[in-house]
């Protein structure tokens, strides 16, 4: 079963905007990552979060942890026709050698 | 160079072709995957390579065999395999099995 379920599945927003994804997982993890994918192409690593962090920057990407609610959030801020793209969380379990990935949220950045 | 290369890009086989997918990366990591993933779903874990041995098997059906010849390549050999197989075969690498993932731009594999 997949460890990692973000919300929304789908999401549209104007240019210039903030968006936000959150991804909810089922089991203690060691790590957090979120990935960025363009249509039918290879995945992008975009930022890593440890399970004793709980807020990351990297440039216009903010991800924030919390385990005590096992969910995290991706928040992209002004917006850029170039961020449409599906989102994917993956969580890695602590008692488990491999990475699942979340079902991915499909953000549509509109001109 | 931090680049996964995959070849080919696009692979249209019939059901008793063999054929194989290939992979390659030259950043030094030491565990490679293989993925498969079917349109607007996330990417499923196949076999996961660590130091060159096979770690994970996802209960994949035997038409896939993989292969790591050595710390730089990864193969998937397929055989017989079915129009549910159909799909986006994704290669990726890391430093170690929590890191971050590096993917390939993927092969596309039509079955008929």
């Known amino acids: 079963s997949q460890q990692g379920e973000e919300d929304p599945q789908a999401l549209s927003i104007q240019e210039g905007e903030n968006a936000t994804m959150n991804c909810s997982y089922k089991t203690s993890i060691n790590n957090l990552q979120w990935y960025r994918q363009n249509s039918g192409r290879g995945l992008v690593h975009l930022i890593l979060?440890?399970?004793?962090?709980r807020e990351k920057h990297s440039g216009r990407l903010r991800v924030t942890l919390d385990t005590s609610k096992k969910s995290s959030s991706l928040l992209i801020t002004a917006s850029r026709a170039a961020d449409t793209a599906s989102y994917f969380c993956?969580?890695?379990?602590?008692?488990?050698?491999?990475?699942?990935f979340g079902k991915g949220t499909r953000l549509h950045i509109l001109p | 160079d931090t680049e996964v290369t995959q070849t080919p890009k696009h692979l249209v086989m019939g059901m008793t072709n063999k054929k194989s997918l290939k992979c390659e990366q030259h950043m030094g990591h030491r565990a490679m995957y293989w993925y498969k993933q079917k349109a607007k779903k996330p990417p499923e874990l196949m076999f996961v390579y660590s130091y060159e041995k096979l770690s994970i098997n996802e209960s994949v059906p035997s038409r896939f065999s993989p292969e790591c010849p050595n710390s730089s390549l990864l193969n998937l050999h397929l055989h017989a395999l079915q129009p549910e197989d159909s799909a986006l075969y994704l290669c990726?690498?890391?430093?170690?099995?929590?890191?971050?993932?590096?993917f390939g731009p993927g092969t596309r594999l039509t079955v008929l």
């Open positions: 979060i440890r399970s004793n962090e």
């Open positions: 993956a969580t890695d379990a602590e008692r488990d050698d491999k990475i699942i």
């Open positions: 990726a690498s890391s430093q170690g099995l929590y890191n971050e993932q590096f």
